[in-house]
């Protein structure tokens, strides 16, 4: 047996790392897309009259709620969980990533075919607002479902080895793509239209798809050297095991903080560009050209994308961290209580200036390093291997609750109690708004997840789940 083992694919470092970049690559294309229009939301706003979209701010916020309307509405994730514990890690990936690509072209389709404005459709929604929210919701099934796909790949091709550390990688390499979100997106509807970012998504999620076939090709050959009693475990896997799932008490904690600290980060993330404009008054643009082609980037969205470049910088040393040290647990908290610390200093009328803006962005960076590094490897300490997939999905089922709900809310809450009238920014009149209140309610989401980390280390300490140990002995 142990002859076999150390034949096995994944036990080949070079054959695993290049498994998990493949994953990765397709990944990243899909947070790319994530947030594609995140830093366009005073864009999107500009009146119909003067070339914009009309788009008020509970359009954006509809918007970014449509991402759970299938995920959580239709238990599209808990279904996609079952079905890659059932049919494996190749059927569920190649079918997510369609998905992915389909919703992509939906959403470029509404931007750039449909007319802007017209009359209310359904859910309080124009047509061009309404059949964009309809490819973000598509889009959104294959993207919850690739990252379940692939956090069970990692589990299936690094157990035994650099578990932690590879997560954090990963993590990183789509927190990329959404810094080049930040980073291409402004730059390019400025510089063509408000559609060039959801065009160069489709084409890259579809190179992504290709790129998942690959993997597909080793992970076939991993399948055919697996030991008999390992390839036939996920064979076992049966509906009424989910109940050792729901009546564990470490997943709950794990799934409601991955809420919690997700609702404080991602739902943030869509209205920063618009916070570093209205507080920190960030209207300046660098211009450079490139391709022959003159672009313009604002500076607001060089200043957002300082989060995600954190993240990849740091998730990767804070998942060896946890590989080699353990106190996963610990590491959560501190990354939770660091987020409590960003958004009170964003909700304070203090040092309203760019870099200090940029500085709490770098904050909120180590933050969302510290929490995914140490989350997402402890969830195969609490959750045995056939159930994984399903686990795995059901906390994503509940984090898109806060995805989905959280900026609707955000929207909400900014179209009605934050406006302070309108303003001239570059040439153009756009509304003036107070994110102080928005602010206050991503705290309560950091002081809750704090509370959350809490209780996961105590229940470590009481069930032994080995959160607070070393993953590997590498």
């Not at 109940?243 to 600290?261: D, E, P, Q, S, Y």
């Not at 159930?387 to 809310?409: D, E, K, M």
């Not at 959350?452 to 069930?463: N, Q």
Request: hydrophobic share 55%.
């Amino acid at each position: 047996m142990t002859k076999q083992l150390q034949n096995l694919l994944s036990d080949n470092k070079a054959a695993r790392w290049l498994a998990l970049f493949i994953v990765s690559f397709t990944m990243m294309w899909g947070y790319f897309l994530t947030d594609a229009i995140s830093p366009l939301m005073d864009m999107l706003g500009v009146s119909i009259e003067n070339g914009g979209m009309g788009w008020s701010a509970g359009d954006f916020g509809s918007f970014n709620w449509s991402y759970m309307w299938f995920n959580v509405f239709f238990f599209m994730l808990i279904f996609g969980g079952i079905i890659l514990d059932k049919m494996g890690v190749r059927f569920t990936g190649l079918v997510s990533c369609l998905f992915m690509v389909a919703g992509a072209g939906i959403k470029y389709y509404a931007v750039e075919y449909i007319e802007p404005g017209g009359d209310i459709i359904m859910l309080g929604l124009n047509a061009q607002v309404l059949v964009a929210c309809l490819g973000y919701a598509v889009f959104a099934v294959g993207c919850e479902n690739s990252g379940i796909v692939i956090s069970k790949v990692i589990v299936r091709w690094f157990t035994g080895h650099e578990l932690a550390m590879a997560m954090g990688v990963q993590v990183a390499v789509a927190r990329l793509g959404t810094a080049l979100a930040f980073l291409v997106s402004p730059g390019l509807a400025k510089s063509f239209n408000v559609s060039t970012p959801l065009l160069l998504s489709f084409i890259l999620l579809t190179i992504g798809f290709l790129a998942f076939m690959v993997f597909c090709v080793m992970d076939k050959k991993l399948d055919k050297q697996m030991p008999a009693q390992e390839a036939s475990s996920d064979d076992q896997f049966k509906i009424s095991d989910l109940r050792h799932i729901v009546t564990n008490k470490g997943f709950w904690l794990i799934a409601l903080l991955c809420l919690c600290f997700y609702s404080a980060v991602f739902p943030f993330m869509k209205y920063a560009t618009s916070l570093m404009i209205n507080k920190y008054n960030v209207i300046q643009e660098v211009e450079f050209t490139a391709f022959g082609s003159e672009f313009k980037m604002p500076l607001a969205g060089l200043l957002v994308m300082l989060i995600p470049f954190g993240n990849l910088l740091m998730t990767p040393i804070f998942g060896r961290i946890y590989d080699k040290y353990g106190k996963g647990a610990t590491i959560m908290m501190i990354g939770s209580a660091l987020l409590i610390l960003v958004h009170i200093l964003f909700a304070l009328p203090i040092l309203n200036y760019w870099w200090f803006a940029a500085i709490i962005m770098i904050l909120l960076g180590v933050a969302f390093s510290l929490v995914p590094s140490a989350m997402w490897p402890s969830m195969p300490k609490i959750i045995p291997l056939k159930l994984l997939g399903s686990s795995y999905a059901l906390t994503f089922w509940i984090q898109n609750i806060g995805l989905g709900f959280i900026p609707l809310i955000i929207g909400v809450v900014l179209e009605s109690f934050c406006q302070e009238g309108t303003t001239i920014r570059n040439g153009v009149e756009e509304i003036q708004y107070d994110y102080t209140i928005p602010m206050c309610i991503f705290t309560l989401f950091g002081i809750i997840a704090l509370l959350l980390s809490y209780l996961l280390k105590k229940e470590d300490k009481k069930k032994n789940y080995g959160l607070e140990s070393k993953t590997n002995n590498n």
